[in-house]
C-alpha cells in the first residue's frame, strides 16, 4: 500500500499585502509563499486561490509545522498562527488527547506532530507526545503486534529523556516516566525517575497540590519503597528480563534464579521465570513458577493468568486454560490480547463460531487489529 505524503496535499501562495486572517489585524507579508491546505473536494490538480479560506491556511501551516521540519519560513509561520489562533495550543492538546484516548492514532500523531512543530521547546507538549507514543505501543503490545509496539516504545523513550532534560524541571515528565520504565522491568530507573519527582515536589504543600498531587506523590513513595524492599532494582532481574526477551532463555533463567534464592516472595520474579519456562515449553515448571506468582501477589495482575493458561493450552487442558483466562479477563475486561487468546482456544478446541466470536469482538475494541482480522479472514473459509 503507498502511504500518501501529508505535504502532496498543500499549495504555496502569496497572498495581497492587505490580507487579513479572521479579522486579525495581522497582515499577511506578501513577499513570503503561504501553505494553503486543498480541500477534500478539489479533484487532483485543481485549485482556485480565489476561494481560499482561513481555516485552508492554517491547516496548511500546521501541515507544514509537522511534516517539513526543515522549512525556512517555520518562524513565520508559527507567528501567523500563534496571532491568529491565540488558543491554538490547547485547542490542539485537547484534541489530541481525546484522539488518543479513543485510540485513533493517526490522527493523534498528526496533531502532537502539529504541536511539536509549533512549540518544539515546550516541556509539557514533548511530555505528552511521550506519554501518546508510550500508549500506543501499550496498545500494539496488546494486540500481539509486538516489533510494532518496539518502535514505538522506542520512539516514546526519546520524547521521555527529552522532558526528564528539561529546564526548569518538569516533575510529572518523572512521574510518568517512572511508570513507563515499570513496564519494561528496568526497576532501577523506574526507581530513579521516582526518586526524582518525590525531589521536584517535596516542598509543595498538599493543599497546593490537591488531591491528584498527593495522590501521585503517595504512590511514587510507594513503588519506590517496593522496589527497595524487594530488592527489584537488582541487575540481575533486569538482566534476566533482556536475556530472556532476545531469546538467551537460558542464561536469563539462571540470572532470575539467583535472584529468588535472595528474594523469594517477590512475584513479578516468579512470573518472570515461568515467562522464560515457557518460551523454552518447560510447561510444568513454567505452571509451578506462575503459581508461585500468585501466591505471592500475581493475581491482581492479568498477564501473569494469561500466560498460565499458555501452558495449559499446550498440554491440552483446555478446562484450566479457560478457567485462567476468565480470571484475567476479570481483571482486565477490555484486553483485546485476552480475548483473542480465548479465540485461540476456542480454535483449539475446534470450536469455530465461537473462535469468530471473539476474533470479532476483538475488532470491535480494536477496528485495526490485525492479528483478528487475519483470523477471521481463515475462518471464512472453513
Known amino acids: 500500500m503507498t502511504v500518501k505524503n501529508p505535504l502532496d496535499t498543500i499549495y504555496y501562495i502569496k497572498f495581497p499585502e492587505n490580507f487579513e486572517l479572521n479579522a486579525s489585524d495581522f497582515q499577511i507579508d506578501p513577499t513570503i509563499e503561504i501553505p494553503v491546505q486543498q480541500k477534500d473536494k478539489d479533484a487532483p490538480g485543481q485549485f482556485n486561490p480565489e476561494e481560499i479560506t482561513a481555516e485552508q491556511v492554517f491547516a496548511g501551516i500546521l501541515t507544514i509545522l509537522a511534516y517539513d521540519k526543515k522549512n525556512k519560513n517555520l518562524d513565520y509561520y508559527r507567528s501567523i498562527i500563534k496571532r491568529a489562533r491565540p488558543d491554538i495550543k490547547k485547542e490542539l492538546c485537547e484534541a489530541a488527547i481525546l484522539k488518543t484516548k479513543n485510540e485513533d492514532f493517526e490522527l493523534a500523531e498528526e496533531i502532537f506532530l502539529a504541536l511539536l512543530g509549533l512549540d518544539p521547546d515546550d516541556a509539557a507538549v514533548i511530555l505528552n507526545m511521550a506519554l501518546f507514543l508510550d500508549q500506543r505501543g501499550s496498545s500494539y503490545r496488546q494486540s500481539g503486534l509486538i516489533e510494532d509496539a518496539d518502535a514505538y516504545d522506542n520512539d516514546a523513550f526519546e520524547y521521555y529523556r527529552q522532558a526528564m532534560e528539561a529546564e526548569p524541571p518538569l516533575a510529572d515528565a518523572f512521574f510518568n516516566a517512572g511508570f513507563f520504565f515499570m513496564k519494561q522491568y528496568k526497576y532501577h530507573e523506574a526507581k530513579d525517575a521516582f526518586e526524582t519527582y518525590l525531589a521536584l515536589t517535596c516542598e509543595e504543600?498538599?493543599?497546593?497540590?490537591?488531591?491528584?498531587?498527593?495522590?501521585?506523590?503517595?504512590?511514587?513513595?510507594?513503588?519506590?519503597?517496593?522496589?527497595?524492599?524487594?530488592?527489584?532494582?537488582?541487575?540481575?532481574?533486569?538482566?534476566?528480563?533482556?536475556?530472556?526477551?532476545?531469546?538467551?532463555e537460558e542464561k536469563g533463567l539462571e540470572q532470575i534464579r539467583i535472584f529468588l534464592e535472595h528474594n523469594p516472595k517477590v512475584w513479578n520474579a516468579w512470573f518472570m521465570l515461568g515467562w522464560g519456562l515457557r518460551r523454552i515449553e518447560k510447561y510444568e515448571e513454567a505452571k509451578m513458577a506462575f503459581s508461585e506468582a500468585l501466591k505471592n501477589?500475581?493475581?491482581?495482575?492479568?498477564?501473569?493468568?494469561?500466560?498460565?493458561?499458555?501452558?495449559?493450552?499446550?498440554?491440552?487442558?483446555f478446562i484450566n486454560a479457560k478457567k485462567c483466562l476468565d480470571n484475567a479477563l476479570a481483571i482486565e475486561p477490555d484486553s483485546t490480547k485476552i480475548i483473542s487468546n480465548l479465540g485461540y482456544l476456542a480454535l483449539a478446541?475446534?470450536?469455530?463460531?465461537?473462535?469468530?466470536?471473539?476474533?470479532?469482538?476483538?475488532?470491535?475494541f480494536d477496528p485495526d487489529?490485525?492479528?483478528?482480522?487475519?483470523?477471521?479472514?481463515?475462518l471464512e473459509s472453513l
Open 205 to 248: 504543600k498538599d493543599e497546593d497540590m490537591g488531591e491528584n498531587g498527593i495522590y501521585k506523590k503517595e504512590r511514587a513513595q510507594e513503588i519506590v519503597d517496593k522496589i527497595t524492599n524487594n530488592n527489584m532494582d537488582d541487575n540481575r532481574f533486569k538482566a534476566a528480563y533482556d536475556l530472556i526477551s532476545s531469546g538467551e
Open 297 to 317: 501477589g500475581g493475581n491482581e495482575n492479568s498477564d501473569t493468568y494469561n500466560e498460565l493458561s499458555l501452558c495449559y493450552v499446550k498440554e491440552n487442558d
Open 349 to 364: 478446541q475446534n470450536d469455530i463460531a465461537a473462535a469468530r466470536n471473539y476474533f470479532t469482538t476483538v475488532l470491535e
Open 369 to 378: 487489529d490485525r492479528i483478528a482480522s487475519a483470523e477471521l479472514l481463515k
